[in-house]
């Protein structure tokens, strides 16, 4: 059986000025060199300086979206290949606060991952559910749903990972049980294998929610959880570090 790398990655949303630079070379400084890999995910108008911040260390860098297109006429957005160009090597697609603020549908989230892949970019695609489709016991189908929807099929044999944040876990200090986490990271495990069979075992799928260093051990164990995409708690870097080290 074939065990994914595993893979903690800071989402720093709209979080970071230049000062916050430090939290990131603290992070370098403190990264195992074997262990998980190691990304951060900072603002796009810091991409470029982390990635000074960060050099010589092992700790990657990811942008938080991308327009499906190399270039053109689409004002505020960004081009897969300026990530890359900016030093990123990853990029998260679909988060949750993208597809509820920006109307993101699988579809479009597929053709991102697309461009994720035409500039070289590892695409980190997140799925999950609302707090009332968990209710109405639909998290099950809406998030293997969403895993069809949004990885298109050029993915198979590509790096990619993807990221289960329930969306009423995100920012609450809720989280799902074990036993959900589970079966939901099975689900999605079990959909990867229809589409791109056992090639995509490689893929770690990541956990998103509250994770903090407090309760990172217990997630982290928990089966065909190969990591964890953590918001909040990503900030600080003593707060990350202690995630980085619980697995
Ligand atoms: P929190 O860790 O702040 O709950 O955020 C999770 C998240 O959305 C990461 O992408």
Not at 141 to 148: C, E, L, N, P, Y
Not at 175 to 198: C, D, S, V
Request: aromatic share 2%; net charge negative; hydrophobic share 45%.
């Amino acid at each position: 059986m074939t065990v994914p790398t595993p893979l903690i990655a800071g989402n720093w949303k709209m979080n970071g000025l230049s000062a916050a630079l430090g939290e990131a070379r603290a992070v370098a400084a403190g990264a195992p060199a074997k262990g998980p890999r190691v990304a951060i995910c900072p603002p796009a108008t810091l991409i470029h300086r982390m990635g000074e911040a960060l050099a010589g260390s092992p700790v990657k860098l990811g942008g938080q979206d991308c327009h499906p297109e190399p270039s053109g006429a689409h004002t505020g957005d960004i081009a897969a290949e300026m990530l890359a160009d900016a030093g990123a090597s990853l990029v998260i697609v679909g988060h949750s606060e993208r597809r509820a603020d920006h109307g993101e549908t699988d579809d479009l989230v597929a053709r991102k991952v697309m461009a994720a892949l035409r500039a070289g970019l590892e695409p980190i695609v997140c799925v999950g559910e609302t707090l009332e489709q968990r209710q109405a016991g639909e998290a099950l189908s809406i998030v293997t749903g969403q895993v069809r929807g949004s990885l298109p099929t050029a993915l198979g044999g590509k790096a990619f990972s993807v990221a289960y944040e329930p969306i009423w876990a995100i920012g609450t200090g809720l989280t799902p049980t074990t036993a959900e986490i589970e079966e939901m990271h099975r689900a999605i495990r079990a959909t990867l294998r229809e589409l791109f069979g056992a090639a995509a075992d490689t893929a770690p799928i990541l956990y998103g929610g509250s994770v903090k260093a407090a309760n990172a051990g217990e997630i982290l164990r928990a089966a065909e959880v190969g990591g964890a995409l953590v918001g909040g708690a990503s900030l600080k870097a003593e707060d990350f570090l202690g995630i980085v080290r619980a697995i």
